[in-house]
């Protein structure tokens, strides 16, 4: 399958808190042509699956923490190269979407490349979670369960993305919030940021009824963008998951295409 690469037009910078550390970080997204690298500190670390090193509540990329939504925006936004630079190793926050990286990615196309596809489907299973991966025309569609209410989410990428997926903000169990809080855990997001989960509905007011099913399908789309493959050419349904089997249906489809 042939695909055309894409880098951002120019440098673009912005300014929040690291998600979970509240730290305050300056990213700046420059033009690239060697797929999508993060630096912090002189050190630079590829995209891939390899190069995952922590999937706890987020995905890390050597030392560079919580990358999931900015890698969700490049593959909503169609980028394919970029070099990310930052002054301390977390993304920030911002609203708790993708939806600010997305603002500011304008892509600039490249040279064509050739993407290869898995040939059959890819199955990710566990007593927790259920991702199903083969190629297709972007149909993605996303299951969640929040008390006994059970919503999924279906779309098409990247068209629905913008509007539909990007938006769509991190969420927590208002009851754990304490003990995250004590654990060091969410230091950047507040009530705008974040949607709180009651047994009976939300705390806050929501941007959409099932926004957390989407804000699962926006990490999962993130997650699978470090294969480099775009959302568009694969047809995804998943459930219940989080990043850890994200990760490694992305290291599965990496092996499955080699």
Same mark, same amino acid.
């Given at each position: &399958?042939?695909?055309?690469?894409?880098?951002?037009?120019?440098?673009?910078?912005?300014?929040?808190? /690291?998600?979970?550390?509240?730290?305050?970080?300056?990213?700046?997204?420059?033009?690239?042509?060697? /797929?999508?690298a993060f630096r912090?500190?002189?050190?630079?670390?590829?995209?891939?699956?390899?190069?995952?090193?922590?999937?706890?509540?987020?995905?890390?990329? /050597?030392?560079?923490?919580?990358?999931?939504?900015? &890698?969700?925006?490049?593959?909503?936004?169609?980028?394919?190269?970029?070099?990310?630079?930052?002054?301390?190793?977390?993304?920030?926050?911002?609203?708790?979407?993708?939806?600010?990286?997305?603002?500011?990615?304008?892509?600039?196309?490249?040279?064509?490349?050739?993407?290869?596809?898995?040939?059959?489907?890819?199955?990710?299973? #566990?007593?927790?979670?259920?991702?199903?991966?083969?190629?297709?025309?972007?149909?993605?569609?996303?299951?969640?369960?929040?008390?006994?209410?059970?919503?999924?989410?279906?779309?098409?990428?990247?068209?629905?993305?913008?509007?539909?997926?990007?938006?769509?903000?991190?969420?927590?169990?208002?009851?754990?919030?304490?003990?995250?809080?004590?654990?060091?855990?969410?230091?950047?997001?507040?009530?705008?940021?974040?949607?709180?989960? #009651?047994?009976?509905?939300?705390?806050?007011?929501?941007?959409?009824?099932?926004?957390?099913?989407?804000?699962?399908?926006?990490?999962?789309? /993130?997650?699978?963008?470090?294969?480099?493959?775009?959302?568009?050419?694969?047809?995804?349904?998943?459930?219940?998951?989080?990043? #850890?089997?994200?990760?490694?249906?992305?290291?599965?489809?990496?092996?499955s295409v080699k």
């Amino acid at each position: &399958m042939i695909h055309r690469r894409a880098t951002v037009r120019a440098p673009v910078t912005m300014t929040g808190r /690291g998600l979970h550390s509240g730290r305050p970080v300056t990213v700046t997204i420059h033009p690239g042509d060697d /797929g999508i690298a993060f630096r912090c500190g002189g050190a630079r670390v590829a995209a891939t699956p390899a190069e995952v090193t922590d999937t706890r509540l987020r995905t890390a990329l /050597g030392h560079v923490a919580t990358v999931e939504h900015l &890698m969700s925006a490049f593959a909503g936004a169609g980028v394919t190269d970029a070099e990310v630079e930052l002054t301390y190793p977390e993304l920030p926050a911002l609203d708790g979407s993708a939806a600010a990286f997305l603002a500011v990615l304008h892509p600039s196309p490249l040279t064509d490349t050739e993407i290869a596809l898995p040939r059959d489907e890819v199955v990710v299973e #566990t007593p927790e979670a259920s991702i199903r991966v083969r190629r297709g025309s972007g149909v993605w569609s996303y299951t969640f369960e929040h008390g006994p209410a059970v919503a999924t989410f279906t779309c098409r990428l990247p068209r629905d993305y913008r509007d539909g997926v990007a938006p769509a903000r991190t969420f927590a169990a208002a009851e754990q919030v304490p003990a995250m809080a004590a654990a060091g855990l969410g230091q950047g997001l507040d009530t705008s940021s974040v949607l709180l989960l #009651t047994p009976d509905g939300y705390a806050n007011p929501p941007r959409f009824p099932d926004e957390p099913a989407r804000h699962k399908l926006l990490d999962l789309v /993130g997650d699978l963008y470090l294969t480099g493959i775009p959302p568009g050419l694969l047809d995804v349904t998943a459930s219940f998951g989080g990043h #850890t089997a994200n990760v490694r249906m992305a290291a599965l489809l990496g092996d499955s295409v080699k």
